[in-house]
T-cell receptor
C-alpha cells in the first residue's frame, strides 16, 4: 500500500462535467506534485506545490486547476476536458525539494473523457 | 537541461536470474540525484532506489543495486534473483541539485517480463 492516497481510482466524465481528483499524504511532506501519464510513456509533470504554494505550472491548460488546501491535501479540479486528456493522473509527494529526496507516488486516477 | 536515456524498450528474463537495466544521463549540474521507479500494469509508481552524485558507494536496496559510473554518466539498475512479480515497467529518473529544481526528468522506460 502506498502512503500517498488518491481518489477516485477510476473516473469517467463527459466533456462538460466538472470533477475533482484528490490526493492525501500523512508523511509530513512539504512538496506535492501532479503528473499526467499516457500509456507506455513516462509521467509528465503538471504542477508542483512547495509549502502549500504553487511553485511550478508546466504550461498546463486552464481546464486543469490545482488546489492545495493544506500541507496534506492536493486537489486537481477538472472542467471542460478534452478526449486527449484521458490518461493516468499521478500525485506524488516528497519531504522537500532537495535532489536527494525521492518523490513517493500514489496509485493514480485513471481518467477517461467521453 | 537534463536528459535521461533508456535504450532498452523491453527485456525478457528467466525467473531467478539477474537482469541489468541501462540508464545514461546528461546534465551540467555537479549535484544531482538519480532514482529508479517500478510501475506494474496496475499503475502505481514505486520508488526503488536512489543514488546521489557525490555518493562514493553504489546504492543497494534488497535485490536492487545501482551500478553508478559517474565518468560514463550511467546509472544501471541490477535486479538479482528475478521474481514473477518483478514484471513491470522500470523508469530511470534524475533531479538536479539546485534548491528550486523540482522537476524529475524520466527516461522512456524499460518493460521487464519475467518468465517462469
Amino acid at each position: 500500500d502506498t502512503e500517498v492516497t488518491q481518489t477516485p481510482k477510476h473516473l469517467v466524465m463527459g466533456m462538460t462535467n466538472k470533477k475533482s481528483l484528490k490526493c492525501e499524504q500523512h508523511m509530513g511532506h512539504r512538496a506535492m506534485y501532479w503528473y499526467k501519464q499516457k500509456a507506455k510513456k513516462p509521467p509528465e509533470l503538471m504542477f508542483v506545490y512547495s509549502y502549500e504554494k504553487l511553485s511550478i505550472n508546466e504550461s498546463v491548460p486552464s481546464r486543469f486547476s490545482p488546489e492545495c488546501p493544506n500541507s496534506s491535501l492536493l486537489n486537481l479540479h477538472l472542467h471542460a476536458l478534452q478526449p486527449e486528456d484521458s490518461a493516468l493522473y499521478l500525485c506524488a509527494s516528497s519531504q522537500g525539494t532537495l535532489s536527494r529526496q525521492p518523490q513517493h507516488f500514489g496509485d493514480g486516477t485513471r481518467l477517461s473523457i467521453l | 537541461a537534463q536528459k535521461i536515456t533508456q535504450t532498452q524498450p523491453g527485456m525478457f528474463v528467466q525467473e531467478k536470474e539477474a537482469v541489468t537495466l541501462d540508464c545514461t544521463y546528461d546534465t551540467s549540474d555537479p549535484s544531482y540525484g538519480l532514482f529508479w521507479y517500478k510501475q506494474p500494469s496496475s499503475g502505481e509508481m514505486i520508488f526503488l532506489i536512489y543514488q546521489g552524485s557525490y555518493d562514493q558507494q553504489n546504492a543497494t536496496e534488497g535485490r536492487y543495486s545501482l551500478n553508478f559510473q559517474k565518468a560514463r554518466k550511467s546509472a544501471n539498475l541490477v535486479i538479482s534473483a528475478s521474481q514473477l512479480g518483478d514484471s513491470a515497467m522500470y523508469f530511470c529518473a534524475m533531479r538536479g541539485g539546485r534548491s528550486n529544481d523540482y522537476k524529475l526528468s524520466f527516461g522512456a522506460g524499460t518493460t521487464v517480463t519475467v518468465r517462469a
